[in-house]
């Protein structure tokens, strides 16, 4: 393998359970602009295999939000490599920016995946979301 090399990853979202934010407000409910889910996610190309996701956001989709999660993806990338890694992942979601990063998180991996790190982000198409990691070992 190369110092870095770039793997496409297309995903599905497949679970979205809502999840509490104790804390926020004084009654433990959280206010309208800010809401956490589990997510689940299903990938289908370039790795094969599913997630699991912490999610929160802050803001609205018509002014403009911004997201934060941890997920814990396993899978089989196409040439037969197969293990877990952790990614950081966020963005400002507003019509003119460009902010989405991410990272894996050295010393997550497992089986093949052990010693990834490098770059996660998630990018959209007419086919939709998918992953670009920049892997480096």
């Known amino acids: ?9 297309r995903f599905s979202v497949t679970g979205w359970e809502p999840a509490e934010l104790p804390g926020l407000t004084d009654d433990g409910t959280a206010p309208d602009w800010v809401g956490a889910v589990t997510m689940r996610k299903t990938y289908t190309a370039g790795l094969v295999g599913s997630s699991v996701a912490h999610f929160v956001s802050s803001g609205d989709e018509e002014s403009g939000r911004g997201y934060l999660a941890v997920e814990r993806i396993t899978g089989t990338l196409d040439d037969g490599r197969s293990g877990a890694l952790t990614v950081h992942h966020g963005a400002l979601q507003h019509p003119s920016d460009d902010s989405a990063f991410g990272y894996i998180v050295p010393g997550t991996g497992t089986g093949d995946f052990a010693g990834f790190s490098g770059q996660a982000r998630i990018v959209h198409d007419d086919e939709g979301p998918y992953f670009v990691f920049t892997i480096g070992t």
């Open 1 to 9: 393998m190369s110092d870095h090399e770039t793997v496409t990853a």
